[in-house]
């Protein structure tokens, strides 16, 4: 017997449908669906949280990933803001960490795959971010 792919409903691109696909995936995920929504999710050791962001010039999903400190002699935080592969890279002085940043209009996302989708994007961007981190450091003595 075959298994059956689930339908992925369509999405119309507002910021009404993103806040309510966020909280019912907020509620599925056992997570309080506070309004707005932000649906936080784990890949790994990449922590990420999604919200609609509603500016001037349309609605965006705005995704955070938050990366872990590496435990690496030598290492040190970036000390500016920085932009890599699509994200805003910056360092959280408060967290100890890095974190990156992803902007997605909400007209480009078609069906409710293509916001899962995004967010597993910006994961992977993030990992590869941070893997270039421990690459630009020079190896421990």
């Known amino acids: 017997m075959q298994a059956e792919q689930a339908e992925s409903r369509e999405f119309d691109g507002s910021s009404q449908a993103a806040n309510a696909l966020l909280a019912e995936l907020c509620a599925l995920c056992g997570q309080n669906a506070a309004s707005p929504p932000v649906l936080e999710l784990q890949f790994g050791f990449v922590v990420t949280r999604t919200a609609v962001d509603s500016a001037a010039g349309g609605a965006w999903l705005s995704i955070s990933a938050r990366l872990p400190a590496l435990?690496?002699?030598?290492?040190?935080?970036?000390?500016?803001?920085a932009r890599f592969d699509g994200l805003d890279c910056m360092w959280h002085a408060d967290e100890g960490c890095h974190i990156a940043v992803r902007r997605v209009a909400l007209a480009r996302l078609g069906d409710e795959r293509s916001v899962m989708d995004a967010i597993l994007e910006t994961a992977d961007m993030a990992q590869?971010?941070?893997?270039?981190?421990?690459?630009?450091?020079?190896?421990?003595?």
């Open 71 to 81: 435990d690496q002699d030598g290492y040190a935080p970036q000390g500016r803001n």
């Open 128 to 141: 590869a971010w941070h893997a270039s981190l421990t690459l630009d450091q020079p190896p421990a003595c």
